[in-house]
């Protein structure tokens, strides 16, 4: 007999079974390795190194008092013990989660639900919702938080978690202030955590212990310091002061003193260092001028763009560094510097060849002549660039700033354009006393015909000096793209201090130009927080037109024989 059976596709009920447990197998343990490698929720559902919590510490943020989970967080906080730490980041990652009953849970990414009263996990309850994180909470949790980096290893990281939490330190966070304090090697980060502990005494209940720490806080630079002393001088709503004890208003007043006194020197040297620094681009803007100027007695009302054009020459040499050599960025800038200075210098020589050569001994065409080709300049770099600010990043190396005195912040940019200022002023002194061409320069300068007699090229002479200034005229623009956005008007908020620069030091004189920049640069900063900035430019033009009415040469007279 033949057997027509043919074997069956369907599966029977024992390879089913099989399978089925199989598959069960694979998902535990894809289960057991993604509880292993979730963040921050292993040590939440590992009941061996959790230490179930009290119930007064945790159920209260599963409420609707806001103070009340303020209250918990900052108990929490100074618990200080591994199991507070991990509800404190589940709270802050939104995994903390409220049953309708008022129990808390730790929901991990599993679905699992794991109870920090008990250190057991299981099933998520019905109805469990997560727990919200407001502003004020979530600023309260990082504060809480910061008490754990109190111990890191990293001396950084205990600096960091100090100030963050000198900044609303409270009298609960005390004892664990205390034992950071002694176990503290750091002296910075031990002033750091006094701070923090006499903020929170400032909550005491003892008088003595509130004056003390008024004592520590008048030792401080900070505004937020000033503002909390400032604040025991203060009255509540019925008259009455917020501050009871009158010895401990006193020692308020005393400290504000101290802090305002600190803090206006403070305030003085930054205004100085920002003079300084306002006084390096002055300098740089109106160096050319100065020679352009003292040589040819030309008005050059295009010299602003030079500075303009250096900025942008800067922004093309970044954009080349980001396109062919990115992993060279940050050294962008001193590629761009020769860049700048032959790219202004030969705009620069350009028009003195092509328009101002044909009007020397024509002041006011001059002035008309160049006034002209700023006007075309700027709308060149419009067609090329675009009428909108384009931006220049600062490298690496020159973001960020040096704190001094607590409050000081001298920032590394600024600080670069004072050296490189001082650099390119010692060049142009180099230049001008050591080499033949500033040997030919000064001659043309005291007596044009008898340079020209005894064989000086005048006419290449004025050519390469007025290459000279426009080139230094482009440092200046590589040092202002570091300070702010490049646009086609920059040149123009810098050309009439540069003529001011120029008339109050001297016409020519190198010296005078140095002096009357830093003095019209620290003189602007200085009157800037009194009289603001457009009235303090004001007050400055006058003081300068009352100077030059009583000494018209400026500060230092130019000697020449063709002059006397």
């Known amino acids: 007999m033949r057997n027509d059976r043919r074997p069956s596709c369907a599966p029977s009920p024992v390879g089913v079974a099989a399978a089925v447990k199989l598959l069960w197998r694979l998902v535990m343990l894809a289960g057991a390795l993604g509880l292993a490698l979730t963040a921050g929720s292993a040590a939440a559902l590992d009941?061996?190194?959790?230490?179930?919590?009290?119930?007064?510490?945790?159920?209260?943020?599963?409420?609707?008092?806001?103070?009340?989970?303020?209250?918990?967080?900052?108990?929490?906080?100074?618990?200080?013990?591994?199991?507070a730490y991990t509800v404190l980041r589940a709270l802050l990652d939104e995994k903390l989660y409220a049953s309708p009953d008022g129990r808390v849970f730790i929901v991990g990414d599993d679905g699992l639900a794991f109870d920090p009263l008990t250190a057991k996990s299981g099933p998520a309850p019905d109805g469990i919702d997560s727990i919200t994180v407001n502003n004020r909470m979530r600023g309260a949790i990082e504060a809480a938080l910061a008490g754990e980096r109190l111990f890191a290893s990293e001396r950084a990281t205990r600096l960091a978690a100090a100030i963050e939490i000198g900044r609303n330190a409270n009298i609960s966070q005390r004892p664990l202030l205390e034992r950071a304090r002694a176990a503290e090697t750091d002296e910075g980060v031990r002033a750091q955590l006094d701070i923090a502990l006499a903020k929170a005494d400032l909550q005491s209940a003892d008088a003595a212990a509130r004056r003390d720490a008024v004592h520590t806080l008048s030792q401080s630079e900070s505004e937020s310091t000033r503002a909390l002393i400032a604040g025991l001088l203060?009255?509540?709503?019925?008259?009455?002061?917020?501050?009871?004890?009158?010895g401990v208003r006193n020692a308020a007043a005393d400290a504000l003193h101290q802090i305002d006194r600190r803090l206006?020197?403070?305030?003085?040297?930054?205004?100085?260092?920002?003079?300084?620094?306002?006084?390096?681009?002055?300098?740089?803007?109106?160096?050319?001028?100065?020679?352009t100027f003292g040589l040819m007695g030309i008005i050059n009302m295009a010299h602003g763009e030079m500075l303009m054009i250096g900025a942008y020459s800067t922004y093309v040499m970044q954009l080349l560094f980001r396109h062919y050599a990115p992993g060279l960025i940050d050294w962008y800038v001193i590629a761009a510097i020769p860049f700048a200075f032959l790219v202004a210098a030969s705009v620069g020589m350009a028009l003195e060849r092509g328009v101002i050569r044909w009007l020397y001994g024509r002041p006011l065409e001059t002035l008309l002549a160049t006034w002209g080709i700023s006007l075309f300049l700027m709308q060149s770099v419009r067609t090329l660039f675009g009428a909108q600010n384009v931006e220049v990043s600062n490298p690496a190396w020159m973001s960020g700033g040096v704190t001094v005195l607590g409050g000081l912040v001298l920032s590394y940019n600024r600080i670069v354009i004072i050296v490189f200022a001082l650099l390119v002023l010692t060049a142009v002194w180099l230049l001008l006393n050591r080499t033949r061409l500033g040997l030919f320069l000064r001659a043309v300068t005291q007596?044009?015909?008898?340079?020209?007699?005894?064989?000086?090229?005048?006419?290449?002479?004025?050519?390469?000096?007025?290459?000279?200034?426009?080139?230094?005229?482009?440092?200046?623009?590589?040092?202002?793209?570091?300070?702010?956005?490049?646009?086609?008007?920059?040149?123009?908020?810098?050309?009439?201090?540069?003529?001011?620069?120029?008339?109050l030091g001297g016409v020519g004189q190198l010296a005078g130009t140095i002096i009357a920049a830093f003095g019209l640069g620290e003189l602007n900063k200085l009157l800037e927080p009194y009289a603001g900035a457009v009235l303090g430019k004001i007050i400055i033009l006058v003081l300068i037109v009352l100077f030059v009415q009583k000494r018209p040469q400026g500060l230092f007279a130019l000697r020449s024989r063709s002059l006397d």
């Open 47 to 83: 009941p061996g190194s959790f230490t179930p919590l009290d119930a007064k510490l945790i159920t209260p943020l599963a409420g609707d008092d806001s103070d009340a989970r303020i209250g918990s967080i900052e108990a929490l906080g100074v618990l200080a013990s591994p199991s």
């Open 447 to 503: 007596n044009r015909h008898m340079a020209d007699c005894v064989g000086v090229p005048t006419g290449r002479i004025d050519m390469l000096t007025f290459g000279l200034g426009s080139g230094i005229a482009g440092l200046g623009g590589v040092a202002l793209s570091q300070l702010g956005n490049v646009g086609p008007d920059l040149g123009q908020s810098y050309i009439v201090d540069s003529f001011m620069v120029v008339v």
């Open 234 to 246: 203060q009255k509540k709503g019925d008259g009455s002061p917020v501050e009871p004890d009158a």
């Open 264 to 291: 206006a020197i403070i305030g003085w040297l930054g205004n100085i260092f920002y003079g300084v620094s306002l006084a390096s681009v002055l300098l740089l803007a109106a160096l050319g001028l100065a020679i």
